[in-house]
């Protein structure tokens, strides 16, 4: 039986999602699904951790923005929130960089006249840009003169590109093998497509040498078996009884003007925010949304948020879905609708009010959303 790992960063604490769901139907006084679907309750809990998000600004990303010779302007990662962006960097090789500002349109009209027909060189300024679809987008002044190196798998050690599929969940989770080889993992207790996992995790088989325990990268998904890219390394391999960690805590991104933006995966903690940013790349940092719940993986996923505010989501959920239902609207129902979502809006005051970090505040912008 796989469960959440417990020793390690990238394990979210506190409920799950089917927990929250049986709480928002506690708080309805529901005891089932009849009156309200699993679908609605499961959309008005996405609202609220989607709003949570936004609003305390709590969950941080990045991402490496490939540089194209001649071209300024990029997609930022899907995941960014609208005016998002906290900080970017240049690197002019790939162990040296140069902090670009970030400014938005009408500073650059009025401090440089011109700036949209400049000749390439070594980018200063990132700008904030309009929207490629739903997408944020900027642009870098000057548009680079040298194209990107390509990061690639290997690039950093155990670090590999899994693919454009984005997990829907950034647990660890650990269990015990049934068996397996070289290449496979087989565990007949669990299934492995409910879990919200994606190509390029990371299966460390835990009970090898600390330090060097083998590591296998999934490749394909099926219920019981998870089939790795190429054999274990460490010359390892996996068998009845061995214990096993999937590494979905940390995740970094590639963005793409072209196809869809990449993710990356790692076996070691930590190792995700130290990657090594190829020579004439831009990394940008970003506060984001959170991962959709998925309908299929409700017993394994769990909010991003910090679990200290997990049933504020199943508080504001319950008050939404009583507020839209036009046969509770009496005067206690108003009511009680009114507390649920307060209980909500009460816990992001909290978030948001928390201490920050001694650090220097990020520039602020005016976005203007996509019309």
């Not at 409700?298 to 008050?319: R, V």
Request: hydrophobic residues 35%; aromatic residues 8%.
């Amino acid at each position: 039986m796989a469960d959440f790992q417990t020793g390690y960063a990238g394990l979210f604490t506190g409920k799950t999602i089917s927990e929250l769901m049986a709480l928002v139907l506690e708080r309805l006084g529901e005891s089932d699904y009849t009156r309200y679907s699993e679908t609605r309750i499961l959309n008005a809990l996405n609202r609220c951790s989607m709003l949570f998000a936004e609003k305390t600004r709590v969950l941080s990303g990045w991402a490496i923005i490939p540089m194209r010779s001649g071209v300024s302007g990029y997609p930022l990662p899907k995941q960014c929130l609208p005016n998002g962006l906290e900080r970017a960097r240049f690197y002019i090789t790939s162990t040296s960089y140069t902090d670009l500002d970030l400014r938005d349109r009408e500073y650059m009209d009025e401090h440089y006249p011109g700036w949209k027909t400049a000749s390439d060189g070594t980018p200063r300024i990132l700008v904030i840009g309009d929207w490629f679809g739903n997408v944020m987008k900027v642009e870098v002044y000057p548009p680079p003169l040298t194209a990107g190196t390509t990061y690639t798998s290997g690039t950093d050690v155990g670090t590999v590109i899994g693919g454009t599929a984005l997990p829907s969940t950034w647990n660890d989770i650990t269990g015990s093998a049934t068996g397996g080889s070289t290449t496979t993992l087989d565990d007949t207790a669990v299934d492995f497509t409910t879990m919200g996992l994606v190509t390029g995790m990371a299966v460390v088989k835990v009970n090898g040498t600390p330090g060097s325990e083998p590591v296998g990268y999934i490749g394909t998904i099926t219920a019981t078996q998870l089939t790795f890219n190429n054999p274990m390394t460490n010359s390892g391999a996996f068998a009845a009884g061995d214990s096993y960690q999937i590494m979905a805590g940390e995740v970094g991104v590639v963005t793409s003007i072209t196809d869809e933006e990449d993710y990356l995966f790692t076996a070691d903690v930590g190792v995700i925010g130290q990657i090594t940013v190829p020579a004439n790349n831009v990394l940008v940092e970003f506060k984001r949304y959170a991962v959709l719940f998925d309908a299929a993986k409700i017993t394994y996923q769990k909010p991003e948020i910090p679990w200290a505010w997990h049933e504020s989501l199943a508080d504001g959920s319950a008050g939404d879905i009583l507020s839209d239902d036009t046969n509770r609207k009496s005067a206690s129902d108003v009511k009680r609708a009114g507390e649920l979502k307060a209980s909500l809006s009460g816990a992001m005051l909290d978030c948001v009010g928390k201490p920050s970090m001694p650090m220097k505040r990020p520039a602020r912008f005016t976005v203007r959303r996509k019309r």
